[in-house]
C-alpha cells in the first residue's frame, strides 16, 4: 500500500515558470488537501476537495489551482511562479463515513520547492 | 477561524525523561490530531482524539473538551523521539488548523 504519493521531490523553479505537483493516493481516500509548510508556521491550506470533481479553495489559494478528476489524483498547479510561493508542498489525504468525521488522515513525503 | 497554540515551541531533554507537550484551541471541534515530522522528512499521524486518552507505546494524548486543551506525552524519552510535534484541530471536510510545532530534542 503506498498511501499518499507525491512527485517531484525537490524543484527549483525560476520566477514566471509553472509547474505541477503530483499527488495520488490509492487508499480511496475521498478528501484530500495541498497544503504548504513555512519556516516557523503552521501549514496552511491552499486547496482542498471532498470528492472527483469537487475543489474548493482553502485560506491561501493564491497563485495556484487545483483539479480532481478522479478519486486518486490530487494535481496542484503553479501558474507565474513567485519567490513567495518557495515553500514546502505538503498533499494529504482523509475519508469521512457518510460525510460525518474525517478519519485516516495520510500525508505524503512533501515537495521542496524554491523560486528563485 | 480556529487558533492553535502550542507550547513549548522547542524543548531539549535527556534520555529517559518524561515529555509533555501541550496544545490549546479556540473553538470547538470533532478531532484533535497529533502529527509528527522528522527532519526533512514527511508528516505521519500519531493520535485522533475527540475524548479522553490514548496510548500508543511509549506515547500518550490525552484531550479536554471543555478546556479546549490537549498534552501529548513521551515516556521513557530516546534520541529517536527527536523531532517535531504538531497538534491540529479540526474534523470537517475542509482540512485542519496547525498549531506551529514543538521541536523536541532528546540528548543521549
Known amino acids: 500500500n503506498a498511501g499518499v504519493t507525491q512527485t517531484p521531490k525537490f524543484r527549483i523553479l525560476k520566477i514566471g515558470q509553472s509547474m505541477t505537483l503530483q499527488c495520488t493516493q490509492d487508499m480511496n481516500h475521498n478528501y484530500m488537501y495541498w497544503y504548504r509548510q513555512d519556516p516557523g508556521m503552521g501549514l496552511k491550506l491552499i486547496y482542498y476537495s471532498v470528492g472527483a470533481g469537487i475543489t474548493d479553495k482553502g485560506e491561501v489559494p493564491n497563485g495556484y489551482n487545483v483539479s480532481r478528476s478522479t478519486t486518486e489524483d490530487f494535481p496542484l498547479r503553479l501558474e507565474l511562479a513567485a519567490p513567495s510561493q518557495t515553500s514546502v508542498y505538503f498533499c494529504a489525504s482523509s475519508y469521512s463515513l457518510s460525510g460525518r468525521g474525517n478519519y485516516g488522515y495520510t500525508f505524503g513525503s512533501g515537495t521542496r520547492l524554491t523560486v528563485v | 477561524k480556529n487558533e492553535v497554540e502550542q507550547s513549548p515551541q522547542n524543548l531539549t531533554a535527556q534520555e529517559g525523561e518524561f515529555i509533555t507537550i501541550n496544545c490549546s484551541y479556540s473553538v470547538g471541534i470533532s478531532a484533535l490530531h497529533w502529527l509528527q515530522q522528522h527532519p526533512g522528512g514527511g508528516i505521519v499521524s500519531l493520535f485522533m482524539?475527540?475524548?479522553g486518552k490514548k496510548k500508543h507505546g511509549r506515547l500518550i494524548a490525552t484531550i479536554n473538551i471543555q478546556e479546549k486543551h490537549s498534552s501529548l506525552h513521551i515516556t521513557a524519552s530516546h534520541p529517536r523521539d527527536s523531532a517535531v510535534y504538531i497538534c491540529?484541530?479540526?474534523?470537517?471536510?475542509?482540512?485542519?488548523?496547525f498549531g506551529k510545532g514543538t521541536h523536541l530534542i532528546i540528548q543521549p
Open positions: 491540529a484541530a479540526g474534523g470537517g471536510a475542509d482540512g485542519l488548523t
Open positions: 482524539l475527540s475524548s
